[in-house]
């Protein structure tokens, strides 16, 4: 069974760092590009970033570039995001999402990130 | 790039059909067959329903179908069931910054 299980959320304080973890089993994992996104309190889904399978490829939302890092451990089956420089806009559940032509195949429950002033 | 506009809220009985539509513009829904559709039931996670506009997942049933009009893209669900209560996303690809933009969600109630 395909499972993404995301881990690493929790509540920080404006400007303080998180780095979120979400790992794959029961499926390829190595040549897929894969995804973050997230979800703020009573809004809709945002894409936030994407990896490459070979990790040497990457693109970020305007609105996290130069905050936000994703990157990824083939060997563990495991996608990261570290989040600096938090903002309280930042607030949301975060999800993993693996990517196959253009379109996302299988999803994470989501971790949530709460950020305070 | 803005989010696509869906209609916040959609309502149905059961076995009646429903069409959820979602607005964009030339330069993602209007430009490529790369839109695509998620069931997201609050606390699990999201599903892939549609994708490349018309195209159904293996496993996804029949009643959902997809369809587009110029810069419109459209989510029918047919045989309304009470478990097809959730929120549903639309979502396009964006070339010209390498991106994606979702819609801002329907909820829809089965009555």
């Known amino acids: 069974e395909a499972q993404l299980v995301e881990s690493g959320g929790g509540s920080v304080q404006l400007g303080e760092s998180l780095r979120l973890s979400c790992v794959v089993s029961g499926l390829p994992f190595t040549t897929y590009w894969m995804h973050w996104a997230r979800q703020a309190p009573g809004k809709g889904l945002v894409w936030v970033a994407r990896?490459?399978?070979?990790?040497?490829?990457?693109t970020y939302a305007d609105s996290v570039k130069g905050r936000f890092t994703i990157s990824r451990d083939n060997a563990k089956s495991t996608l990261y995001l570290q989040m600096d420089s938090l903002r309280v806009e930042d607030t949301a559940v975060y999800y993993c999402?693996?990517?196959?032509?253009?379109?996302?195949?299988?999803w994470g429950q989501g971790t949530l990130v709460s950020v305070s002033p | 790039q803005s989010a696509l506009t869906q209609p916040a809220s959609v309502s149905g009985s059961p076995g009646q059909s429903i069409t959820i539509s979602c607005a964009g513009t030339?330069?993602?829904?209007?430009?490529?067959?790369?839109v695509s559709w998620y069931r997201h039931h609050p606390g699990n996670a999201p599903k892939l329903i549609i994708f490349?506009?018309?195209q159904r997942p293996s496993g996804v049933s029949d009643r959902f179908s997809g369809s587009r009009s110029g810069n419109t893209a459209s989510l029918t669900i047919s045989g309304l069931q009470a478990d097809d209560e959730a929120d549903y996303y639309c979502?396009?690809?964006?070339?010209?910054?390498?991106?994606?933009?979702f819609g801002g969600g329907t909820k829809l109630t089965v009555l």
């Open positions: 490349e506009v018309v």
């Open positions: 990896i490459r399978g070979d990790g040497k490829s990457t």
């Open positions: 979502c396009s690809y964006v070339s010209r910054n390498t991106s994606w933009v």
């Open positions: 030339g330069a993602d829904i209007g430009s490529y067959n790369l």
């Open positions: 999402a693996r990517g196959y032509n253009y379109r996302f195949d299988y």
